[in-house]
């Protein structure tokens, strides 16, 4: 057998309601030798048992002495892998056939011990494994890459990329374990944008190589998640603004979608206060991006209601609901 180069590292807290089809995805990975690492936050759901059970001997489960959030979590699992890089796959997302096996061949090409970060695309779906659209939440990703292949950047380049918004999304990046080290790991100062703000400081200071192609993972949203959470306020969004103005980015247009995305998921919930408070925000972001966003005639009467007349909306989404 192949000496393992890579670990798969699941953080795990109460994930039983998707860890069966997540791990089905990672054990069914051929022609990739890997190490599988489930490092539990002291879940009081059937989690660790489900690993147990599922794994067997092809996982090493830990479980913390004590809660250490999710920033501590992470950290925890790359500082307990046994090889020199580590992919943090979230406990709901899926593995697609051929992952691990790509990211080994890029692993393999010249230059690698020089990268800090090796990442790919993704796709998003909801709960029952449905797509979600783009205009609900972006996929992130680079748009001009090529057919196959990988591409490199050198330190520097890619932070510059990821200046005005994260384009990774964590369980479809690979992560090089002595970057880890040196960076310092994830930064629990940060509530929201722990991953992004790692992957800049990353970046900054070593080497990042795309990989080219179909997205072989797939980040689930749906209402359980840790970052579904975050739409029943804004402070994960005036978060990331923070982060983007403190790195000199324009977050401008992708940040403005984001928060329209806010304001239409309050309306279908009937929270009208937010929704009118993320709607202000988004046009005050970028006022463009907004107004062509409102192009959508069902979403722009529901914006234009709660701009012009809050108290009615209100009443009206109130019985919406009903």
């Known amino acids: 057998m192949t000496e393992p180069v890579l670990t798969v590292a699941i953080p795990t807290y109460n994930g039983s309601a998707h860890l ?61 892998a046994r090889t020199p890089w580590v992919a943090i796959f979230h406990q709901d997302d899926l593995m697609r056939p051929g992952c691990l096996a790509r990211r080994l061949d890029a692993l393999s090409q010249p230059g690698a011990d020089a990268l800090g970060l090796l990442a790919e695309p993704a796709d998003v779906i909801d ?89 072989l993972v797939s980040v689930r949203w749906h209402e359980g998640s840790e970052t579904h959470r975050f739409k029943h306020g804004l402070d ?36 009208v206060d937010l929704a009118r408070a993320a709607l202000r925000k988004a046009a005050r972001t970028s006022p463009g991006a907004t107004a062509a966003a409102l192009t959508d005639p069902r979403l722009a009467v529901q914006m234009g209601l709660l701009a012009l007349a809050p108290a009615h909306a209100r009443r009206w989404f109130a019985r919406q609901e009903g």
């Open 20 to 80: 069966a089809e997540t791990l089905a995805g990672i054990l069914a990975q051929r022609d990739a030798a890997f190490d599988l690492l489930v490092r539990d936050d002291r879940s009081d759901d059937a989690t660790v048992a489900m690993v147990r059970a599922l794994a067997g001997d092809r996982a090493r489960v830990e479980v913390n002495s004590e809660r250490l959030g999710l920033a501590g979590n992470w950290n925890r699992c790359v500082e307990s």
């Open 127 to 215: 709960a029952s494994g449905g797509p979600v659209p783009s205009s609900i939440i972006d996929p992130g990703g680079i748009a001009d890459r090529d057919p196959s292949g990988v591409v490199d950047f050198e330190p520097g380049a890619f932070a510059r990329r990821l200046a005005a918004t994260n384009l990774l999304r964590c369980s479809a990046v690979t992560t090089n374990r002595r970057a880890h080290q040196v960076l310092g790991g994830f930064d629990p100062s940060w509530r929201y944008v722990v991953d992004w703000e790692f992957w800049l400081r990353a970046a900054d200071r070593f080497g990042v190589r795309w990989i080219a192609g179909d997205p």
């Open 236 to 271: 994960d969004l005036e978060e990331s603004a923070r982060l983007a103005a403190l790195r000199g980015g324009r977050p401008g247009r992708a940040l403005a979608r984001a928060y329209l995305n806010r304001a239409h998921e309050a309306l279908r919930g009937g929270r």
